[in-house]
């Protein structure tokens, strides 16, 4: 070679002689490669962008899936609250329905008649799953049971409902209004 030669001439030779030194059946495969390692970083590429679809598809599925139970569970906590408020108002007639059946009657006919509307009303409160809170003769529970009173010298064993003075209501497991009661000591 030629120790004269410019250093641009010399890199341009040394080109042209790497092209000649490949043979036209290594420079197809060299570009096969370089084409398979461009679509195998292509293909990754979709496959990540496909994991981070199915991602937040299964996220977006899960929100929605959250919010239908809670805007289930806010429906019938609303309905059970309306009903509760509306029992709740019933309270005080069936207090005084109880009280003007227990009252003395010299007509059978009206306290027969006054018996079954009372009766069609338990029924009513049954089918709205309300019930009484059992109080005469069971241990005191402050979750149920409003004591307003303490009595000596009774039947009942200390801690004990001696006597209801206003009935306690629940519908369900959801107290409405506690048992107003006297406690044995």
């Known amino acids: 070679?030629?120790?004269?030669?410019?250093?641009?001439?010399?890199?341009?030779?040394?080109?042209?002689?790497?092209d000649t030194d490949l043979s036209e059946e290594e420079l197809d495969?060299?570009?096969?490669?370089?084409?398979?390692?461009?679509?195998?970083?292509?293909?990754?590429?979709?496959?990540?962008?496909?994991?981070?679809?199915?991602?937040?598809?299964?996220?977006?599925?899960?929100?929605?899936?959250n919010y239908r139970n809670r805007t289930a569970k806010e429906k019938t906590e609303?309905?059970?609250n309306a009903v509760s408020k509306c029992i709740e108002g019933l309270l005080p007639f069936i207090d005084s329905f109880?009280?003007?059946?227990?009252a003395e009657c010299s007509d059978e006919n009206y306290k027969n008649g006054m018996q079954l509307i009372f009766g069609q009303l338990k029924?009513?409160?049954d089918?709205?799953?309300?019930?009484?809170?059992?109080?005469?003769?069971?241990?005191?529970?402050p979750n149920v049971h409003n004591?307003?009173?303490?009595?000596?010298?009774?039947?009942y064993a200390s801690n004990y409902v001696c006597a209801v003075y206003q009935k306690?209501?629940?519908?369900?497991d959801k107290l409405i209004r506690p048992a107003m009661v006297a406690v044995a000591v």
Do not use: C
């Not at 398979?36 to 979709?46: G, L, R």
């Not at 089918?127 to 529970?141: I, R, S, T």
């Open 1 to 18: 070679m030629n120790n004269n030669i410019p250093e641009e001439e010399l890199d341009e030779e040394i080109i042209e002689n790497d």
């Open 168 to 172: 306690g209501y629940m519908i369900g």
């Open 127 to 141: 089918q709205m799953n309300v019930k009484e809170v059992e109080a005469l003769g069971k241990e005191f529970d």
């Open 147 to 155: 004591a307003i009173q303490q009595l000596d010298g009774t039947d």
């Open 29 to 65: 495969e060299a570009d096969a490669v370089s084409e398979y390692n461009d679509i195998a970083t292509k293909i990754a590429e979709m496959e990540d962008s496909i994991a981070e679809a199915n991602d937040k598809y299964l996220r977006l599925a899960a929100e929605y899936q």
């Open 123 to 125: 029924a009513f409160l």
């Open 78 to 80: 609303t309905y059970q």
């Open 98 to 102: 109880e009280r003007s059946i227990e």
